[in-house]
């Protein structure tokens, strides 16, 4: 059984079809996305990305690497924030130990995995110019930005285009600019899976963009790379960041009393998430009410938690639920509490655990065996085990001193 969810949970390189398809048709041409930017697209993230090929003669060591460190030589503002990134760490351990095993027993699998988490074909064992290194930094400059040692990139911040100068006299023969690098569309060829993909209960196991393209966000022209990237910064932070889940919410937590019993209501508006929240199986949210008393101590047996995700069998064979918050939408939790003493007060507080099912799903991993990742994989489930953190708590008094 251990395959199965492998694949799945590492095989992001399910790529959404050509716009061409008749799986997508014409739902995929909305407003703000020209049929030339979606042939581009079509073009740039065909997968397996093909060699970069012989460099240019003039270009000089740095224009010929492929490596992040050479391309932070003329953009360090945009190096320092990708070593900040997830993106920077996609063939991190947990990735990396499950495919010491995997490339072994099963290359094909193995190389889905890569066509996101590493997708230059450079990052490859399977060609002569592979770079074990360049395939440890994950999912580097070049791999959206380079092919065929051609760079590509978006319109300059005024909108233009055009380059001025010959191309030649300008460093790795200049850029070629398109407003797709602005768009959703780019973000989903490793953000959504394809119309026929995994899926639990009709829903795909990733569907990021299809959440988007459903929302206010999309109707109203909010990219990705709005929330993701804002003022171009490389750091695409998401459910693993504290500041960024909490300036997407808004949760409030309001007391009644009528009579002995006290009722709470925590609510939590996604105001500025342009999907579900969380989006993916992987995290979950806790939200926790319990009383506390004059000493400050939670009373035994009052404590109660709700949660907010997807959550799914450990071998994806099942949903088990889904409580996720839709773009715009919000959650209400009540509790209800005897007020049987003074001193009382009630605690509500949310919790995210980004790696939530992680945390089982690599102790399933070690139980089963990993081989020569084993290492590897017990340093991923430490960090997942460490990654929660609290975006609200507040006390709300029950009774009068």
Not at 220 to 241: A, K, N, S
Request: proline share 8%; hydrophobic share 35%.
């Amino acid at each position: 059984m251990m395959k199965p969810y492998w694949v799945i949970l590492l095989g992001l390189g399910l790529l959404l079809p050509p716009a061409s398809d008749p799986a997508v048709g014409q739902a995929q041409r909305r407003p703000g996305i020209s049929p030339a930017e979606r042939d581009f697209l079509d073009r740039h993230w065909r997968r397996p990305i093909p060699p970069q090929g012989a460099p240019p003669q003039r270009f000089s060591p740095v224009e010929r690497s492929l490596a992040p460190q050479s391309c932070g030589t003329c953009h360090p503002a945009q190096f320092a924030d990708w070593k900040t990134s997830l993106h920077s760490k996609s063939m991190g351990p947990g990735v990396a130990g499950q495919l010491v095993e995997m490339v072994k027993t099963d290359p094909e699998d193995a190389r889905a995995c890569l066509n996101c988490h590493a997708p230059l074909a450079e990052q490859t064992s399977q060609i002569p110019a592979f770079d074990a290194s360049l395939q440890a930094q994950g999912l580097v400059c070049a791999a959206c930005h380079v092919r065929g040692h051609q760079r590509f990139g978006p319109p300059r911040r005024e909108g233009s285009m055009a380059t001025a100068a010959p191309r030649q006299s300008l460093p790795h023969n200049g850029v070629t600019r398109t407003r797709a690098f602005l768009q959703s569309e780019f973000c989903a060829s490793c953000h959504q899976f394809q119309p026929d993909g995994f899926a639990l209960n009709g829903t795909l196991l990733e569907n990021t963009y299809e959440e988007w393209r459903a929302s206010s966000f999309a109707a109203r022209g909010v990219q990705c790379q709005d929330c993701h990237m804002p003022g171009r910064r490389h750091l695409w932070r998401g459910i693993h960041d504290p500041e960024t889940v909490r300036g997407a919410l808004r949760i409030t937590l309001d007391a009644d009393r009528p009579g002995d019993e006290a009722v709470l209501t925590l609510t939590i508006a996604s105001v500025g998430v342009g999907h579900h929240f969380p989006t993916y199986v992987t995290p979950l949210v806790i939200v926790r009410g319990e009383l506390i008393d004059r000493a400050g101590r939670p009373v035994p047996g009052s404590a109660e938690e709700r949660m907010i995700g997807r959550q799914v069998a450990l071998d994806l064979s099942r949903q088990i639920a889904d409580t996720r918050i839709p773009a715009g939408g919000q959650a209400r939790f009540v509790f209800r509490r005897r007020v049987d003493r003074t001193g009382l007060r009630f605690r509500g507080t949310v919790t995210v655990r980004p790696d939530a099912f992680y945390v089982d799903f690599f102790e399933s991993l070690l139980a089963a065996g990993v081989g020569a990742g084993t290492a590897q994989i017990r340093e991923a489930q430490r960090a997942a085990r460490g990654s929660a953190f609290v975006i609200f708590e507040r006390d709300v008094p029950l009774t009068r001193e």
